[in-house]
């Protein structure tokens, strides 16, 4: 029985991890369809700064481990989808419709998965 307990405590911690990593990855992305989409280096940098902070502000408020503010878990899910959901949208706009898939695929799996194992807590 232990190690099928260490085996749960590990696909757990795989997954918040993965979640972390799909975190930074959706800021990634729309960071660069910021840069990209802005044509000017000042006004790309600026335009990917602000789209990619404004995601992090709300993430952070909302959705977050330790959000600033607690929501409804419906509400928490709004966000997750309008963040994760905006950077498999950049990645579209970047061109790259294939890894877009597997982020929204893997963002939404991972999400479902962590939704489940915090509700456990």
Do not use: C, I
Request: hydrophobic share 65%; net charge positive; proline share 3%.
């Amino acid at each position: 029985m232990a190690a099928v307990s260490a085996a749960h405590r590990a696909f757990r911690q795989a997954n918040e991890l993965l979640a972390f990593l799909l975190e930074v990855a959706a800021l990634l992305a729309l960071a660069v369809w910021g840069y990209e989409w802005g044509g000017h280096l000042v006004v790309g940098a600026l335009l990917g700064a602000v789209v990619a902070g404004a995601a992090a502000v709300l993430w952070g408020a909302f959705a977050a481990p330790r959000a600033r503010y607690r929501v409804p878990l419906p509400a928490v899910l709004a966000v997750k989808a309008v963040v994760f959901g905006s950077a498999a949208l950049a990645l579209v706009g970047l061109g790259m419709r294939p890894q877009a898939l597997w982020f929204a695929g893997l963002a939404l799996v991972n999400t479902v998965l962590v939704t489940y194992y915090r509700s456990r807590d």
